[in-house]
């Protein structure tokens, strides 16, 4: 079973993900903008099966890795912890700070919820939330990791798709408000990037399971 700290830490995590600008808020501003609501909102159902993707992949794939080796528990929360602060760093030095909105050509609904699907899928952020950051947050005390992972991932899902939603709902003012703050992008790396070395450093001070 999840601990509190477990979930309010993880959600804060993903909620902060889920804020930060990248080719999932780009492509849903740009459909909604650029083709309505409704197209909006079957490209993020395409985005949801990304999700989804890579949840089972990572529940399946890191919880055989954890049972078939000794300290492999161990290994991935370290490199894992490395890993967040090399993110860290980029996140901070990184000088993409305007979102950019594309004109979209009209597309048919399956196209659609395809092009949602394939950019969610390659979207390195998402990569970097189910192979790094989610086994930061397994407790093998807690419970079988299998389900964490999936509980965890579950999570994860949720709250990005809540936040997606009203993207959806609201993209020519999110839009507007990110190319004309620059300052808010800028107060947003610096704090993603506080959050990621953190968590870095709570990882490895973690005492060896």
């Known amino acids: 079973m999840l601990s509190f700290s477990q979930v309010l830490t993880f959600a804060l995590v993903s909620l902060l993900m889920v804020l930060t600008p990248g080719p999932n808020m780009i492509y849903l501003i740009s459909r909604s903008i650029s083709q ?9 159902a395409g985005v949801a099966l990304g999700f989804v993707f890579y949840m089972l992949c990572a529940a399946f ?13 161990d290994t991935i929360r370290i490199l894992g912890a490395v890993y967040l602060l090399y993110l860290a760093y980029k996140t901070i030095r990184s000088q993409t700070t305007i979102l950019v909105v594309k004109s979209l ?4 609904p399956s196209k659609l919820f395809l092009m949602g699907f394939l950019t969610n899928l390659f979207n390195p952020k998402i ?12 407790h093998p005390e807690n419970g079988h990791i299998l389900a964490q992972s999936i509980s965890l991932g579950l999570i994860q899902i949720v709250i990005s798709l809540s936040v997606n939603a009203v993207i959806v709902f609201s993209a020519a003012h999110i839009a507007l408000f990110l190319q004309q703050r620059a300052s808010w992008a800028q107060l947003q790396k610096w704090l993603m990037g506080t959050v990621l070395s953190a968590l870095a450093l709570r990882i490895l001070l973690e005492q060896r399971r």
Request: glycine letters at 8%; hydrophobic letters at 55%.
């Open 36 to 44: 309505g609501r409704l197209a909006g909102l079957i490209s993020l």
């Open 61 to 73: 794939g890191i919880t055989s890795f954890v049972v078939a080796i000794p300290y492999a528990y």
């Open 105 to 108: 050509n009209y597309d048919q």
């Open 127 to 138: 990569a970097i939330m189910y192979l790094s950051l989610l086994p930061q947050f397994f």
